[in-house]
Antibody, heavy 127, light 107 residues
């Protein structure tokens, strides 16, 4: 079965860095675009970043652009989020999610909505 | 950025009753809209995509409608397991954006 397991969260001071990981299993990771979505305590969902199946195309929310970097290692079935210059407003549960569409024999066009999500890892930015 | 506005913020419904949730986009998103259900402590679950197509394994009591800027999620007869928060998400434009959510609670 599809599993996405995040790790790397914790408490960090403003201005510091953290790297999140998302270990994928149960599907062909290299065939799917992947996403990071966050949810601040008691708040709604916010898309953070996404990456194409092979890693060449990346998009970021304006709120994290220039500070966060999404990447993937298809040989390790793992998605990453490098978070630099963290701010208090980055405090949230960070979840990875899989695109609904995987690559077919003829196309690798993502759908841009999410069919599987991890449980998330909590990042708390506080002095 | 396309702003997604959901209403009401909270909906109190008795089991067996019908629930109607609304999602409005600040500009047209065509039919590029998804709905998710999230229960406390759980990851969101995809219910609907393409505004009206149920995802795999989603019961027929869930239905989606609308296009352009106005969308509706209808739960025809609420079951105990349906009490949760529901989010809409547009995927017509970047950034991908979610609504603020509608909490469906037991009346």
């Amino acid at each position: 079965q599809v599993q996405l397991v995040e790790s790397g969260g914790g408490v960090v001071q403003p201005g510091r860095s953290l790297r999140l990981s998302c270990a994928a299993s149960g599907f062909t990771f290299s065939s799917y675009a992947m996403y990071w979505v966050r949810q601040a305590p008691g708040k709604g969902l916010e898309w953070v970043a996404d990456i194409s199946y092979e890693g060449s195309r990346k998009f970021y929310a304006d709120s994290v652009k220039g500070r966060f970097t999404i990447s993937r290692d298809n040989s390790k079935d793992t998605l990453y989020l490098q978070m630099n210059s963290l701010r208090t407003e980055d405090t949230a549960v960070y979840s990875c999610a899989r695109d609904w569409s995987g690559c077919s024999s003829t196309s690798c066009q993502p759908s841009y909505y999410f069919d599987y999500w991890g449980q998330g890892t909590l990042v708390t930015v506080s002095s | 950025e396309i702003v997604m506005t959901q209403s009401p913020a909270t909906l109190s419904v008795s089991p067996g009753e019908r629930a109607t949730l609304s999602c409005r986009a600040s500009q047209s998103v065509s039919n590029n809209l998804a709905w998710y259900q999230q229960k406390p402590g759980q990851a969101p679950r995809l219910l609907i995509y393409g505004a009206s197509t149920r995802a795999t394994g989603i019961p027929a009591r869930f239905s989606g409608s609308g296009s352009g800027t106005e969308f509706t999620l209808t739960i025809s007869s609420l079951q105990s397991e349906d009490f949760a928060v529901y989010y809409c998400q547009q995927y017509n434009n970047w950034p991908l954006t979610f609504g603020g959510g509608t909490k469906v609670e037991i009346k």
